[in-house]
């Protein structure tokens, strides 16, 4: 049996490293933690968390994260000062009304995730709690998700997705029309989405969108096409919360329950190997232009090898990505009834096999 405790507070360590709860007794326990908030955000602020909109989810985890910054800067203040001698009795008195405010957030937001068979999915993988969980859920719609793929390029997770800014992007779209022509032919346009690594139909909407926000009538100008193409090809929340989820499986990776940590040490290894091997020699020497002598990556570039810190990322990013591929498929099946119609196909070393997502379909 899951032991009685504070349903949030206990999810989480000193440093916020998200901790999922054991399988026994899963899902129940979830939904008896959410009613057990909702009925006391009811009695003290007659607020009911479980009717809060994505909207909402995603300002309080943008919210959860801030705070919890200023609550760990006020805390190293206080504990500068303390050593001090100093008094630190007003930052304490702050710094104590911050982490009421964090819990709080943290319990609505496992409101959010337990309440959705996604949510518990989550939070039953070691190194995922609430705040992440929701996070994901928030910010991820299914019905423009029809592959994992989408929800990658969304994240900022596939390298082949730049950012082009408006220096870059007004010179592929002129070089691309060669000329003083204002309005883009449908040729024209699929050349530059294809230049600049976009689906052409996607892009499309992303200009016709940005062109009805300005109001500025036609929307296949060549001004509307470098503007909507400058921008940042991604979201940078759902980036953010990406990354922190790639943090925590590494904080977990030695825990005998952890999953993902585990696929992240493999990855490390193999990268390693490979770097030591000369394979990554040639991206080396293009980064090897773009860094300064006295980097410390500069050393590792110089050699024909990619730094430990670019292999550390590396590493993350795969067992963030499989991740990412099983939550899609477990959403797919809760959402739609069915499979993803494209499920993800491990391709490692020359080698293509199907991982099944851990824990589910859930007792």
């Known amino acids: 049996m899951v032991k009685a405790q504070d349903p949030v507070t206990d999810t989480f360590g000193e440093d916020d490293e998200e901790f999922s709860l054991s399988m026994t007794n899963m899902r129940s326990f979830q939904l008896e933690m959410v009613n057990r908030i909702t009925k006391d955000a009811l009695d003290k602020i007659g607020a009911n968390p479980q009717g809060m909109s994505k909207d909402e989810i995603r300002f309080l ?27 630190a009795s007003m930052f304490s008195f702050v710094s104590n009304g911050i982490e009421i405010t964090e819990k709080n957030i943290q319990k ?37 998700a029809p592959t994992v793929g989408h929800i990658w390029r969304f994240a900022g997770l596939d390298p082949t997705l730049e950012w082009l ?14 000329g ?23 892009f499309m909407t992303q200009v016709q969108n940005f062109a009805d926000s300005t109001g500025k009538g036609s929307y296949l ?22 990354w922190k989820l790639g943090e925590s499986f590494v904080k977990v990776s030695n825990h005998p329950e952890d999953i993902y940590g585990k696929v992240y040490q493999a990855r490390k290894l193999l990268e390693t190997q490979n770097n030591e091997s000369g394979k990554y020699a040639e991206q ?17 570039y110089v050699l024909g090898k990619l730094p ?38 491990l391709n490692q070393e020359g ?11 859930m007792a």
């Open 351 to 361: 080698h293509t096999h199907y991982i099944a997502p851990p824990n589910w379909p």
């Open 61 to 87: 985890v943008s919210s959860y994260y801030g705070v919890q910054e200023l609550r760990k800067l006020l805390k190293n203040r206080v504990s500068a000062l303390s050593k001090q001698d100093d008094p």
């Open 284 to 300: 080396a020497a293009v980064k090897l232009e773009r860094v300064g002598r006295s980097t410390d990556a500069y050393k590792s």
């Open 308 to 345: 430990p810190a670019h292999l550390h990322a590396r590493a993350k990013r795969y067992a963030v990505k499989l991740f990412l591929a099983h939550w899609h498929h477990v959403n797919h099946e809760a959402s739609f009834g069915t499979p993803p119609p494209k499920p993800y196909i």
């Open 108 to 144: 609505f937001l496992a409101v959010a995730s337990g309440q959705e068979v996604i949510g518990q999915w989550a939070e039953s993988i070691r190194g995922i709690g609430p705040v992440i969980s929701a996070g994901l859920l928030a910010h991820i719609d299914m019905n423009k």
């Open 221 to 242: 100008t060549k001004d509307n096409i470098v503007k909507t193409l400058s921008k940042r090809p991604w979201n940078a929340d759902l980036k953010l919360i990406c």
């Open 165 to 178: 800014g408006r220096e870059k992007s007004s010179k592929l779209v002129s070089d691309i029309m060669e």
């Open 180 to 202: 003083r022509a204002s309005e883009v032919t449908d040729e024209q346009f699929v050349q530059i989405a294809t230049a600049a690594n976009r689906k052409a139909d996607t």
